[in-house]
Each structure stands twice: as structure tokens, then as C-alpha cells.
């Protein structure tokens, strides 16, 4: 079975500050890794997901994450905070044997400060 | 552009009640899942159905139950609804054996009070 720790229930930054959310996972065999956000009122949307091949994987609105199997850790990043990334942010794993099946963090909100 | 609907944004139900929410997606998708949002304990899985007619409950079935008889609808019904079932629902879908290339697409919500 898989879980998953989202280091941190809410987050402060200021605009143009760097964003980091942590987020690490058990999982008893390789996993998928995704990113969702969730802005006010909305579902869930994909920011990005690690599957295979390259660790540090790109997504929309300039945020990247990094999959460090050592660590169990997929940690979400943006350089520059904008006020249009105030938001809820979930982390998910899935495993190869059962991937339909995500299992979720608790979700971290970001506030942006101007 | 893909898109799953929900049929309310808002629903307000009195205690005892049967409640119907519905789901549909319009991207030829296999599996469907309904899931329970509430502060500080993420998403949690009720149920998920992979094919039409079949399901298999998920981490808190209790006091759920869904039905799947078209591809494209999932409906989640709480047959006798309490306060404790107040929360956000979400539904999603995904391609079966595909996660990885897209993950899940979720619905806007259905925000549910009891009273």
C-alpha cells in the first residue's frame, strides 16, 4: 500500500519568492507521482506527474519537481511566486500494479503575498 | 477539450434524506471514481468503477453506494444522508491502464451540506 506526506497544511510566500512544497511518499514498489491544483471553487487539475525516465520533470505555470527515489521524495517547485498561485496543492502516488487507484496528501494551500 | 460534469455545485439536504449525485464524462473513459474532500485529510476514494455495471468500493464506502450503467454517468447515492456526510465531492476519470500518461480529470465539485 501506498501513502503519502505533504510536509506543511499552509504555506506563506511572497511575490516573485521561491514556492516549495514537500511531499514524500512510501510505496512498496516503483511509483507514479503526480501534482494537482485546485484553485477556489474548482476540481483538481494536473500540474505534472513523474512515470518513468527523467527525475526532475516539468510542468504548467513555470512548476517543476524533482523524484528522489533516496529520499522517497517528490517536492514541488517555482522560482518566482505570482498571485495567480495562491491555490490548494495535492500530491499523489499510484503504483504500476494498480494505477488506477491514487492515493492522496492531506494538500497544502499556498497564499501569495503581494 | 475534455471535461467531466457534475450535475450540482451546491446541494443542501436535510438529514434522512436520499440523495442522488451525478457524474459524467464526455471522453470515452473506462474508470470513474467518486471521492470525499474535507480539510486537512485530502481526497479519499468511496468508489471506483472500471467498466459499466462494475465497481469496487474504496477507502470509505460506509453509507455509499454507486451506479454505473452507461459508459459516460456514475452516479453516488447516499441512501439515508447525515451530518457527517457534509463535505465536497468530487468525481474523475481516467483511461484504464493509462494514469500515467494523464492522471485522473476531476469534475468542480459538489459541495454537500446536511442539515
Known amino acids: 500500500a501506498q501513502s503519502v506526506t505533504q510536509l506543511g497544511s499552509h504555506v506563506s510566500v511572497s511575490e516573485g519568492a521561491l514556492v516549495l512544497l514537500r511531499c514524500n511518499y512510501s510505496?512498496?514498489?516503483?511509483?507514479?507521482l503526480f501534482w494537482y491544483v485546485q484553485y477556489p471553487n474548482q476540481g483538481l487539475q494536473l500540474l505534472l506527474k513523474y512515470t518513468t525516465g527523467a527525475t526532475l520533470v516539468k510542468g504548467i505555470n513555470g512548476f517543476e519537481a524533482e523524484f528522489k527515489k533516496s529520499e522517497t521524495s517528490f517536492h514541488l517547485t517555482k522560482p518566482s511566486a505570482h498571485m495567480s498561485d495562491a491555490a490548494e496543492y495535492f500530491c499523489?502516488?499510484?503504483?504500476?500494479?494498480?494505477?488506477?487507484?491514487?492515493?492522496f496528501g492531506a494538500g497544502t494551500t499556498v497564499t501569495v503575498r503581494a | 477539450d475534455v471535461k467531466v460534469t457534475q450535475s450540482s455545485r451546491y446541494l443542501v439536504k436535510r438529514t434522512g434524506e436520499k440523495v442522488f449525485l451525478e457524474c459524467v464524462q464526455d471522453m470515452d473513459h473506462e474508470n470513474m471514481f467518486w471521492y470525499r474532500q474535507d480539510p486537512g485529510l485530502g481526497l479519499r476514494l468511496i468508489y471506483f468503477?472500471?467498466?459499466?455495471?462494475?465497481?469496487e468500493k474504496g477507502d470509505i464506502p460506509e453509507g455509499y453506494s454507486v451506479s454505473r450503467e452507461k459508459k459516460e454517468r456514475f452516479s453516488l447515492i447516499l441512501e439515508s444522508a447525515s451530518t457527517n456526510q457534509t463535505s465536497m465531492y468530487l468525481c474523475?476519470?481516467?483511461?484504464?491502464?493509462?494514469?500515467?500518461?494523464?492522471?485522473?480529470?476531476f469534475g468542480p465539485g459538489t459541495r454537500l451540506t446536511v442539515l
Open positions: 468503477s472500471y467498466d459499466v455495471k462494475m465497481k
Open positions: 499523489a502516488v499510484s503504483d504500476v500494479a494498480r494505477d488506477y487507484k491514487l492515493s
Open positions: 510505496s512498496s514498489v516503483p511509483p507514479y
Open positions: 474523475a476519470s481516467s483511461l484504464s491502464g493509462r494514469v500515467q500518461l494523464s492522471g485522473q480529470f
